[in-house]
T-cell receptor
Framework: QVQLVQSGAEVKKPGASVKVSCKASGYTFTGYYMHWVRQAPGQGLQWMGEINPISGGTRYAQKLQGRVAMTRDTSASTVYMELSSLISEDTAVYFCARVHVGNSPIDYWGQGTLITVSS | DIQMTQSPSALSASVGDRVTITCRASQSISKYLNWYQHKPGKAPKLLIYAASNLQSGVPSRFSGSGSGTDFTLTISSLQPEDSATYYC????????FGQGTKLEIK
């Protein structure tokens, strides 16, 4: 069965960086884009960006341009999301999420990873 | 960026009620509109894709309609387990979520 398993919760100081992993199994890794979505406490879902697992090409939400980077390791069926220059507003649950092809809906989600930014 | 606006932001309804949530896009998105259900502590769940297609395994009381800029999600007969926050999402250009509609069961 399809599974997206994310790395564990982390606490970071303002200005630091964080890297969250998402390991995929149960399907052909290169057949699906991987997206990242976050939810801050009491807030709605925010789309962060996507990565093409074949080319490594990325597309990011305008608000996060310059601070977010998504990469992949096809040999490990794993994608990574790194967010830099963290601020308190980056405190959120981060989800990886699978999309079949461009413009398709998200059909599977990871379990979520809580990132807390606090001094 | 395409903006998505949902209404209402919250509503309370009784078991058996018919409930409608609307979503408006800031520009035409054809039928690239999806609906998700999100319960606390869980991952969101896809309900409707491409505006009106029911995702496999989703109860038939859920339905979607619309195209262009205006869309609706309808729950025909509300059940206790439908208490959740519902999000629309456009996938026409990038991916943008609406701000969510919190549905409470009276």
């Amino acid at each position: 069965q399809v599974q997206l398993v994310q790395s564990g919760a982390e606490v970071k100081k303002p200005g630091a960086s964080v890297k969250v992993s998402c390991k995929a199994s149960g399907y052909t890794f290169t057949g699906y884009y991987m997206h990242w979505v976050r939810q801050a406490p009491g807030q709605g879902l925010q789309w962060m960006g996507e990565i093409n697992p074949i080319s490594g090409g990325t597309r990011y939400a305008q608000k996060l341009q310059g601070r977010v980077a998504m990469t992949r390791d096809t040999s490990a069926s794993t994608v990574y999301m790194e967010l830099s220059s963290l601020i308190s507003e980056d405190t959120a649950v981060y989800f990886c999420a699978r999309v079949h092809v461009g413009n398709s809906p998200i059909d599977y989600w990871g379990q979520g990873t809580l990132i807390t930014v606090s001094s | 960026d395409i903006q998505m606006t949902q209404s209402p932001s919250a509503l309370s309804a009784s078991v058996g009620d018919r409930v409608t949530i609307t979503c408006r896009a800031s520009q035409s998105i054809s039928k690239y509109l999806n609906w998700y259900q999100h319960k606390p502590g869980k991952a969101p769940k896809l309900l409707i894709y491409a505006a009106s297609n029911l995702q496999s395994g989703v109860p038939s009381r859920f339905s979607g309609s619309g195209s262009g800029t205006d869309f609706t999600l309808t729950i025909s007969s509300l059940q206790p387990e439908d208490s959740a926050t519902y999000y629309c999402q456009q996938s026409y250009s990038g991916y943008t979520f609406g701000q969510g509609t919190k549905l409470e069961i009276k």
